[in-house]
């Protein structure tokens, strides 16, 4: 079936530095993908809509200059948090459109800023 | 907007145990409902969904019915097996939209 690798798994950074999440469809052209974010005992949280070649649609306020989002081929979206702060200390997910219309999900990755 | 409500975790049964975890919604129209599930580890996968009012889902023993009259959507197995120990989430997908709106999730933990 459609997999969709996400990496880091799990990623520690220094506050005022970038981190780079990758999320890869393997087996299937993904022109659609989301990212969510979820918070301790939270909803996931739609951040941004991902679509190939152009650029991301973002959620009422998620501020699009610090979540990057990156989606320049059918097979890898990339979210960077810019100049990370603790507060963006999260789980983040990402989710492809598969080719029959289901959703597949990253393993998630879980952002400590210190 | 639209939104979606479960039950707090964590739910603990022991092995054999009937499960159900709540789920209700609010949204414009009539949403298709979905569980998904997610194991340590691994992605959210779907588990079973509906998308009218009064269809069933089901999978691997788990049920589902949509019931638009008291807007949920409970999640129920018969019998649980350690194997079933995640973390359950509820999601809707409004029509023209492409993205889910999930719930908080709830872990399950069954005990031998």
């Known amino acids: 079936g459609a997999v969709v690798s996400q990496h880091p798994s799990r990623v520690i950074c220094k506050s005022g530095t970038s981190v780079k999440i990758e999320c890869r469809s393997l087996?299937?052209?993904?022109?659609?993908m989301f990212w969510y974010r979820q918070f301790p005992k939270k909803s996931l949280m739609l951040m941004a809509t991902?679509?190939?070649?152009?650029?991301?649609?973002?959620e009422q306020g998620v501020e699009k200059d610090k979540f990057l989002i990156n989606h320049a081929s059918l097979t890898l979206s990339t979210l960077t948090v810019t100049s990370a702060h603790p507060e963006d200390s999260s789980f983040y997910i990402c989710?492809?459109?598969?080719?029959?219309?289901?959703?597949?999900f990253g393993s998630g990755t879980r952002l400590t800023v210190v | 907007g639209d939104s979606v409500t479960q039950m707090e975790g964590p739910v603990t049964l022991s092995e054999e145990a009937f499960l159900t975890i709540n789920c209700t919604y609010t949204?414009?129209?009539?949403?298709?409902l979905f569980w998904y599930v997610q194991y340590p580890g691994e992605g959210l996968q779907l588990l079973l969904k509906?998308?009218?009012?009064?269809d069933k889902g089901s999978n691997k023993g788990f049920e589902a019915t949509y019931r638009k009259e008291t807007t949920s959507f409970h999640l129920e197995k018969g019998s649980v097996q350690v194997s079933d120990s995640a973390v359950y989430f509820c999601?809707?997908?409004?029509?023209?939209?492409?993205?889910?709106?999930f719930g908080s999730g709830t872990r399950l933990q069954v005990q031998p």
């Open positions: 989710s492809a459109r598969d080719t029959g219309q289901g959703y597949t």
């Open positions: 087996d299937f052209q993904a022109t659609t």
């Open positions: 991902s679509n190939e070649g152009s650029k991301a649609t973002y």
């Open positions: 949204a414009t129209g009539y949403p298709s």
């Open positions: 509906a998308t009218k009012a009064d």
């Open positions: 999601a809707l997908r409004l029509r023209g939209r492409r993205a889910l709106t």
